[in-house]
T-cell receptor, first 114, second 116 residues
Framework: AQSVTQPDIHITVSEGASLELRCNYSYGATPYLFWYVQSPGQGLQLLLKYFSGDTLVQGIKGFEAEFKRSQSSFNLRKPSVHWSDAAEYFCAVGKGGSQGNLIFGKGTKLSVKP | DGGITQSPKYLFRKEGQNVTLSCEQNLNHDAMYWYRQDPGQGLRLIYYSQIVNDFQKGDIAEGYSVSREKKESFPLTVTSAQKNPTAFYLC???????????????FGQGTRLTVV
């Protein structure tokens, strides 16, 4: 069965420092991959997506992610974190076949130190 | 502005009552979804609908029901059969079904349901 693993439940970084959030997936075919961000009590906002082609994808708010098929990973990065980036981040894989769905990881909460 | 509107933002239910959560979209999307979010659990699919008058169970459909009488609307009813309904509920929509093509899902702002 498809699954998504986000190994880090909570990460704290200093403002201005770089960030990498890890995401590993289990899926037989080439996956459709997504990163979403959620502020407390809010819905999810799409940061970026990978469907095919260039394995380095750019998203909103200065985020990027790299698809590595050999490692089954889709890690999210940002070179310099801002205090407003504090939120929860979810990686998701599009579950194909006859039952379309998004399979979500359990999320990584990001805290930013001043 | 186009988007997905969920109402109410907060909802309180007494045990044994059914409640209905509203989800409306004006994005002209064919597919709509309901997810449940619990702390530390990510999101889990309750129901989804590809077209009007058609919907499919997701991973945790027991105790829930939906209808899709209009393209714009996909209400979710939490019935008294749902044993642990307190959660954050998110509605989403997409042009096509996610995972079956290059399509992405857009989410509403959520409804927090609390059983009192």
């Amino acid at each position: 069965a498809q699954s998504v693993t986000q190994p880090d439940i909570h990460i704290t970084v200093s403002e201005g420092a770089s960030l990498e959030l890890r995401c590993n997936y289990s899926y037989g075919a080439t996956p459709y991959l997504f990163w979403y961000v959620q502020s407390p009590g809010q819905g999810l906002q799409l940061l970026l997506k990978y469907f095919s082609g260039d394995t380095l994808v750019q998203g909103i708010k200065g985020f990027e992610a790299e698809f590595k098929r050999s490692q089954s990973s889709f890690n999210l990065r940002k070179p310099s974190v801002h205090w407003s980036d504090a939120a929860e981040y979810f990686c998701a894989v599009g579950k194909g076949g006859s039952q379309g769905n998004l399979i979500f990881g359990k999320g990584t909460k990001l805290s930013v130190k001043p | 502005d186009g988007g997905i509107t969920q109402s109410p933002k907060y909802l309180f239910r007494k045990e044994g009552q059914n409640v209905t959560l509203s989800c409306e979209q004006n994005l002209n999307h064919d597919a709509m979804y309901w997810y449940r979010q619990d702390p530390g659990q990510g999101l889990r699919l309750i129901y989804y609908s590809q077209i009007v008058n058609d919907f499919q169970k997701g991973d945790i459909a027991e105790g829930y029901s939906v209808s899709r009488e209009k393209k714009e609307s996909f209400p979710l009813t939490v019935t008294s059969a749902q044993k642990n309904p307190t959660a954050f509920y998110l509605c989403a929509s997409s042009i096509g079904i996610v995972g079956q093509g290059e399509t992405e899902a857009f989410f509403g702002q959520g409804t927090r349901l609390t059983v009192v």
